[in-house]
């Protein structure tokens, strides 16, 4: 099960209404079909509308304080060099399962405005140089400042992490970043230290407060990171699902059409259930900031290992089996809960869904029913909380697996 609605502004997690909603939807999608108890849905929906209601009375999250400033440089400053150096950290702390997407231009780790204050010297060159120590590649920019600007120019940082060290990254650690300025005249200007938090490599995100507005932004597009067919666990268990497909092939969309690709879901689902894996409640993040909403959510080979899953952890498990086997898959998240889908034929814009949460209890008629009454309760009830994320959509957007 996912955390409440991603639309919504993070409030206090302490809030009676709130984690009545929460005991609520924790009942509602335990159930092999979430559907099943009309009275349980009709309860959910009264205090999820009563704690809309509170949160709106309350007005926008505020923001955080301020981005961190560094504090002068530590060799020989803006006195000796005539430089100013003013960096700002702009993460508190790390997201570091979607940090390897981020863009530079509109996310980066730190901004340094740099001036040249001298009246009688001409341009100065410098060196600027970041790195987080021991995780990442140095960033470094080299730029020319003319004499007495009135605005400083300001420099986007984000230094790129070492995949296989980013990894052990599995609960929420400290870490340091350096950020070193140098006037290429051959005189040092400082060298300052950051601590950083970094949050578990597989800390989930459904929404972030903007801090322009104090209102949610939705994060839940980076779940397709989540999403990596190529782990040998999925591949190896898509061999174990071709056994169970029509002539023992697994064929995505060539020949056979849509009542082929029904089939080859089936056995995809069948595969899942052979290999024993079983709901498990699991949620539960640390680290994440005021006004962001994470969960700790299992890789494919992590479930496939551990045979257990809840809502997202088995959403994005049986959309790598999907997308592996050339199917074009989605994710689906509507509030509190997740669930995969698939387009019925190649280009159809037709998509079908399924309740991964039922593999250990229910058979793939069952699931495939439960998740398209899901779909169709929730478009009519809660269109605009309602996201439908094609696979291959992210994929052009660049949120490629994570490994």
Request: aromatic residues 6%; contains cysteine; neutral net charge.
């Amino acid at each position: 099960m996912t955390p409440p609605d991603s639309t919504a502004p993070r409030r206090d997690n302490q809030s009676p209404l709130r984690r009545q909603v929460q005991r609520l939807r924790a009942a509602v999608y335990a159930q092999p079909d979430p559907t099943a108890n009309p009275d349980l849905l009709a309860e959910l929906s009264l205090a999820e509308g009563a704690l809309r209601a509170e949160e709106a009375a309350a007005g926008p999250v505020p923001t955080d304080a301020p981005a961190a400033v560094a504090p002068a440089g530590r060799m020989l400053g803006p006195n000796s060099t005539q430089l100013k150096v003013e960096p700002t950290l702009n993460m508190h702390p790390v997201p570091t399962a979607i940090y390897p997407l981020l863009d530079p231009d509109t996310d980066p780790l730190l901004t340094v405005a740099v001036s040249n204050l001298s009246l009688n010297a001409g341009v100065k060159r410098v060196c600027v140089r970041a790195w987080i120590e021991g995780l990442s590649a140095e960033c470094v920019r080299t730029v020319e400042l003319p004499r007495g600007a009135k605005a400083p120019v300001v420099l986007k940082l984000l230094p790129l992490l070492f995949p296989e060290r980013v990894r052990l990254v599995t609960e929420v650690q400290r870490a340091t970043l350096h950020l070193r300025v140098d006037d290429l005249d051959g005189k040092p200007e400082s060298h300052d230290t950051f601590p950083l938090v970094l949050l578990a490599r597989t800390s989930g995100f459904n929404a972030a407060a903007d801090p322009a507005t104090g209102l949610s932004k939705d994060l839940t597009h980076y779940y397709g990171s989540w999403v990596t067919p190529y782990a040998e666990p999925v591949q190896a268990l898509l061999r174990v699902a071709a056994g169970f497909a029509p002539a023992g092939q697994l064929l995505g969309y060539l020949r056979g059409g849509g009542g082929r690709v029904r089939d080859q879901v089936a056995a995809v689902y069948r595969a899942l259930k052979e290999h024993g894996v079983a709901y498990v409640h699991s949620v539960t993040d640390y680290g994440a900031p005021r006004g962001t909403v994470t969960q700790r959510t299992r890789l494919p080979r992590e479930a496939l290992d551990r045979k257990s899953a809840n809502c997202i952890d088995g959403a994005v498990l049986f959309a790598s089996l999907l997308e592996g086997a050339s199917l074009n898959a989605a994710l689906l998240l509507v509030p509190g809960h997740a669930l995969a889908g698939w387009e019925a034929a190649d280009g159809s814009g037709e998509w079908r869904f399924v309740e991964t949460t039922m593999v250990g209890t229910d058979d793939f008629d069952a699931a495939c029913a439960s998740g398209q009454r899901q779909y169709e309760k929730n478009r009519e009830m809660y269109p605009e909380s309602l996201r439908l994320h094609p696979l291959a959509a992210l994929r052009d957007r660049g949120i490629w697996p994570m490994e």
